[in-house]
Each structure stands twice: as structure tokens, then as C-alpha cells.
């Protein structure tokens, strides 16, 4: 069974745009990540953010978490066609097991 | 090597045989991963070693998987009595320890006919 839910499952959006998208997940974590997979297979890793941590940036990346609501969300500013991936959250659970959500598709177009 | 690295990249076999798949994690990572992926769905967890020790086995789905990592390096993920519901794309993960950055190699495509 996966731990997160991201949601939306699919996002289809212009280039320049903003895409955000949400992830809940189920139980108490040490901390969360996003990835990023293009066609293909390798997922890459783009941030991770502490469980104490509220808000998190990189680059075009913005990663807020609320342990309260166990959701996290990742907004990518002003979006390219390079973008156009899928994106997985992820939460490391206290016990060192690391579970992955269904994750959303994203299409950017030029 | 800088990254994780999986061996082999493509593996077609037929149903009944066995398989061997080879992950080879970054040198000095602690913690490996092992998932597996369908089409449209999310990594799902089968297995992580903590060093030489599985650390949690819990997501392997029957007996005919099993994985080992004797040296506390490379791993591998055997797969007995292949059926075609085994086919999928196997990635391999490794981090310096649990609960930080995991990196992952590109995976083996298992194709079962």
C-alpha cells in the first residue's frame, strides 16, 4: 500500500504558468520529498523538507509542509516545457521506510 | 561510480525462469531501496537493507522474491518462478543513512513473456 496520495492526478498547464500540486499522506513522518520522473525511469530528487520545517525553497521550488493536516504541497513558478514530468512526494516514516505516493502528471506546453 | 547503478537496464524473460537483478548503490550509502513501478503508478516498496541486514522486508509480495546485500553494498533482487504479473520497472535506491536524500539509479525494465 503507498503512504501519500498526491492530487491533482494530472495537471495540464502553458508555459509560464504556476503548477501546484498537493500530497497527503497517512502517518507520523521525520521528514518529506518531492521527485521529480521523466519519461524513462530514473526519479531525481528536487528538495526535502524536515518535519519541523514549515516552508521550503529552491530555485523555482516551494515546498510548504503542515504536519497538523499531514499534507504537504509543491508550487513550480513560472513553469517551461522542461518541467513536463511526474512528480512524487515521498515520506520517510520514523522507522526508516520510505513510501511513495501515486504522484502528479504534469504537461507543460509551450 | 557517482550514482546508483542497476543491472541490467532491460531484462526479457520467459515465465517460470528466474531472474537476478543488480543494484550497485553510491559508495558509503548505509541504507538501500528496492521498488518496483507499473505504468502510471508510484514507486511501491518491497525491501531496504540497513547495511547487510533487511531493515524491512514488508513490501516484498510472496515468497518467490528475495533480495540480499552480503557485503553491505551491492544488492540483489531475485525473483523466482517469474510470472507476468512481475513485469514491471525495478528501481534500486541508496541513501547515506535512513531519513535523508535517497538517490536512485534508472532502474531495470522486466519484461516476463
Known amino acids: 500500500s503507498q503512504q501519500g496520495e498526491e492530487d491533482p492526478q494530472a495537471l495540464s498547464i502553458q508555459e509560464g504558468e504556476n503548477a501546484t500540486m498537493n500530497c497527503s499522506y497517512k502517518t507520523s513522518i521525520n521528514n518529506l520529498q518531492w521527485y521529480r520522473q521523466n519519461s524513462g525511469r530514473g526519479l531525481v530528487h528536487l528538495i526535502l523538507?524536515?518535519?519541523?520545517?514549515r516552508e521550503k525553497h529552491s530555485g523555482r521550488l516551494r515546498v510548504t509542509l503542515d504536519t497538523s493536516k499531514k499534507s504537504s504541497s509543491l508550487l513550480i513558478t513560472a513553469s517551461r516545457a522542461a518541467d513536463t514530468a511526474s512528480y512524487f512526494c515521498?515520506?520517510?516514516?520514523?522507522?526508516?521506510?520510505?513510501?511513495f505516493g501515486a504522484g502528479t502528471q504534469v504537461v507543460v506546453t509551450p | 561510480g557517482a550514482g546508483v547503478s542497476q543491472t541490467p537496464s532491460n531484462k526479457v524473460t520467459e515465465k517460470g525462469k528466474y531472474v537476478e537483478l543488480r543494484c550497485d548503490p553510491i559508495s558509503g550509502h548505509t541504507a538501500l531501496y528496492w521498488y518496483r513501478q507499473s505504468l502510471g503508478q508510484g514507486p511501491e516498496f518491497l525491501i531496504y537493507?540497513?547495511?547487510?541486514?533487511?531493515?524491512?522486508d514488508s513490501g516484498l509480495p510472496n515468497d518467490r522474491f528475495f533480495a540480499v546485500r552480503p557485503e553491505g553494498s551491492v544488492s540483489t533482487l531475485k525473483i523466482q518462478r517469474t510470472e507476468r504479473g512481475d513485469s514491471a520497472v525495478y528501481l534500486c535506491?541508496?541513501?547515506?543513512?535512513?531519513?535523508?536524500?535517497?538517490?536512485f539509479g534508472q532502474g531495470t525494465r522486466l519484461t516476463v513473456v
Open positions: 515521498a515520506q520517510w516514516s520514523s522507522w526508516g521506510k520510505l513510501q
Open positions: 535506491a541508496s541513501s547515506l543513512e535512513t531519513t535523508t536524500e535517497a538517490f
Open positions: 537493507f540497513q547495511g547487510t541486514g533487511a531493515a524491512d
Open positions: 523538507i524536515r518535519s519541523n520545517e
